[in-house]
């Protein structure tokens, strides 16, 4: 099936940890992109990633680190981790400009 | 901020009634975008609609755009039970990233 697979689906880790999601597209799109959405459905973008730019959101921390092999994988490192990073995250991944994307089934991680 | 805002945040119609979700949306945009997400899963893109379009349909869904108010509006005619997931439009930013930004989301709630 041609699609957007992360894991894990889920995720209880203790704060202070450090933690990994992984993302691959087999959809041979260029750009990938990590969304987080929280308790209220918001959905925000993190970081965008072509293999010519990363694009990050200022507002995202720095405990929070893309991490490339290749193009078809995207994926999102963080550390020390905190309370505040409960949340469910989403991979995308998107053909350029004026395309839709196409989601992940996102990883609901919770910081104990 | 670019984010985009749905109203109402939540609608709850009968089935076989249509249902009509509403975006604002603050900047300048090359195209504008709606997704579904069911409960617990990923986003699914239904349309695109680009900046020099008004009105554009796709199945049961009718999608309009006025750029001079900044705002969309999405039309789900003879609504289904399973139409009943979140919706949200999604806005680019006219900076050449293909990067989405979206909206508070809708909660749709089809009754049988």
């Known amino acids: 099936d041609t699609a957007v697979s992360q894991t894990p689906k889920y995720l209880v880790t203790q704060m202070g940890n450090d933690k990994s999601i992984k993302c691959e597209q087999n959809?041979?799109?260029?750009?990938m992109y990590w969304y987080k959405q929280d308790s209220k459905k918001f959905l925000k973008i993190m970081f965008s990633y072509n293999n010519k730019e990363l694009i990050i959101n200022e507002t995202v921390p720095n405990r929070f680190s893309p991490k490339s092999p290749d193009k078809a994988h995207l994926n999102l490192h963080i550390n020390s981790l905190e309370l505040g990073d409960s949340a469910v995250y989403f991979c995308?991944?998107?053909?350029?400009?004026?395309?839709?994307?196409?989601f992940g089934s996102g990883t609901r991680l919770t910081v104990v | 901020s670019q984010q985009g805002e749905e109203d109402p945040q939540a609608l709850s119609i009968q089935e076989g009634e249509n249902a009509t979700m509403n975006c604002s949306y603050k900047t300048s945009i090359n195209n504008l975008q709606w997704y579904r997400q069911n409960s617990g899963r990923g986003l699914v893109h239904l349309i695109l609609?680009?900046?020099?379009?008004r009105e554009k349909h796709s199945g049961r869904l009718r999608v309009t755009l006025d750029t001079s108010k900044k705002s969309s509006s999405l039309l789900i005619t003879a609504s289904r039970a399973a139409d009943t997931a979140s919706y949200f439009c999604?806005?680019?930013?006219?900076?050449?990233?293909?990067?989405?930004?979206f909206g508070t989301g809708t909660r749709l709630t089809v009754i049988p």
């Open positions: 609609i680009r900046s020099n379009e």
């Open positions: 995308a991944s998107s053909q350029g400009q004026g395309r839709g994307y196409t």
């Open positions: 999604a806005t680019d930013a006219r900076t050449g990233a293909n990067n989405l930004f």
């Open positions: 959809l041979g799109h260029d750009t």
